[in-house]
């Protein structure tokens, strides 16, 4: 792994201590590419399995051009990064358990990498919305609702409650989490009336449901898509709300108790991904600053800062990041992009957000301490 020093700033349950020492990221080798390109997956088995794939977006350049990303599938081998074959099509996920077992979804196909090359291993309907968690010698897949297995033979059907909204797919360890909503049945009204966050956890023959409690004010609109399982039965579950997207505050189980968790003085996060040590890491994007939650106590790391003259993120989403807790270490790997203005009053007549002359990928790791 590239080394990684970071400082971080121990806070309790009534603020943040007062000194702080600026944390250090240090970004993966990637060699430069001309044009624009940006990770939007990154997925790792290990510290020397990491993949980072680009996403299908577009970037406005001078005026009101906009042009693709460039088409990217990169891994790094605990030596090196390096360019990959690639599936046919854009990588719309990514999903590691070994180094010679990753699988892709590109638009109607699910591929199969083996350590040698992609297999095509299932097909959908180019419109169909997918879901994709890869497994130690197989892969659970989700279509339009619909969830199966692959068991390293045979796609196998999985049974789903009939009042169950299926919104993620997550692997925690050595455990398969389906994640979503019940329905109340009522179908006007089902997003304000009577629903509730849902998760299921296979037990190796069938989902079994873990009951989750959440505040009366969130319960009937919370749609769960994020699960982290830590020390002694500790649990998070996060999610959005169905009727407005919005991030919605995480829930946690500790022993039997149920409760609501932000970090200090901050809004619910985009993300949460497990420490490594039986906490959870709240993710806000490159821009932002993480924070952990740990036995009660919480930690704050300085948000990493970009090279001089550049920006995070493209000129739609700055700070956009992807992340994923890196099996067997207390590592993050976080991907995205940074960005360079153009020269001048360039803008995009829609946003009025400024355009951007390049972005370049970049992905980094941490934090140690």
Same mark, same amino acid.
């Given at each position: ?20 020492? #600026? ?16 990770? &939007? ?54 999903? &590691?358990?070994? &180094? ?15 350590? %040698? ?7 959908? @309907? ?35 409650? &009939? ?7 997550? +692997? ?13 049945? %009522?179908? +006007?009204?089902?997003?304000i009336e009577g629903g509730s966050p849902a998760a299921l956890r296979w ?16 319960? #009937?609109?919370?749609? +769960? ?5 830590g020390k002694g039965g500790d649990l998070w579950l996060s999610g959005h ?14 022993? @039997? ?22 906490? $959870? ?13 740990r036995a009660g106590k919480w930690t704050k790391v300085a948000a990493p ?15 956009? !990041?992807?992340?994923?807790? +890196? ?5 993050? $790997?976080?991907?995205? #992009?940074?960005?360079?203005? !153009? ?10 957000? %400024? #355009? ?14």
């Amino acid at each position: 792994m590239w080394p990684v020093v970071m400082a971080a700033v121990l806070v309790g349950s009534t603020g943040v201590a007062p000194a702080a020492e #600026a944390s250090r990221w240090r970004p993966a080798p990637l060699p430069p590419k001309a044009g624009h390109d940006s990770f &939007a997956h990154v997925t790792a088995s290990g510290a020397k399995d990491i993949w980072a794939a680009s996403g299908a977006n577009s970037v406005l350049v001078s005026g009101s051009n906009a042009v693709s990303n460039a088409v990217l599938l990169e891994r790094f081998d605990g030596r090196r990064w390096r360019p990959m074959p690639r599936p046919t099509g854009a990588i719309t996920a990514l999903s &590691a358990s070994s &180094a010679g077992d990753v699988w892709a979804l590109t638009s109607g196909r699910s591929h199969r990498w083996d350590g %040698k090359g992609w297999r095509v291993m299932r097909s959908f @309907s180019p419109t169909a919305h997918v879901l994709l968690a890869a497994v130690p010698g197989g892969a659970w897949v989700s279509e339009q609702g619909r969830l199966s297995r692959y068991d390293g033979t045979h796609w196998q059907p999985v049974p789903l409650p &009939a009042d169950f909204e299926l919104g993620a797919l997550r +692997i925690q360890g050595r455990d398969v989490w389906v994640l979503g909503r019940y329905k109340s049945g %009522k179908a +006007i009204y089902d997003t304000i009336e009577g629903g509730s966050p849902a998760a299921l956890r296979w037990t190796g023959r069938a989902l079994a449901r873990v009951p989750v409690t959440a505040p009366a004010n969130l319960r #009937a609109h919370l749609q +769960i898509d994020d699960v982290v399982t830590g020390k002694g039965g500790d649990l998070w579950l996060s999610g959005h709300s169905v009727l407005d997207g919005d991030r919605l505050p995480v829930l946690q189980r500790r022993g @039997s108790t149920w409760t609501t968790l932000t970090p200090p003085r901050t809004p619910p996060p985009e993300n949460i991904e497990p420490d490594g040590a039986g906490g $959870v890491w709240f993710d806000y994007g490159l821009d932002q600053p993480l924070w952990r939650n740990r036995a009660g106590k919480w930690t704050k790391v300085a948000a990493p800062k970009p090279p001089s003259g550049r920006r995070w993120g493209l000129f739609t989403n700055f700070g956009a !990041a992807t992340t994923a807790h +890196i099996p067997g270490t207390t590592l993050l $790997v976080r991907a995205g #992009a940074t960005s360079v203005p !153009a020269p001048g009053n360039s803008y995009d007549p829609e946003t009025s957000r %400024k #355009a951007h002359e390049s972005a370049d990928r970049v992905l980094m790791t941490g934090p140690h301490s």
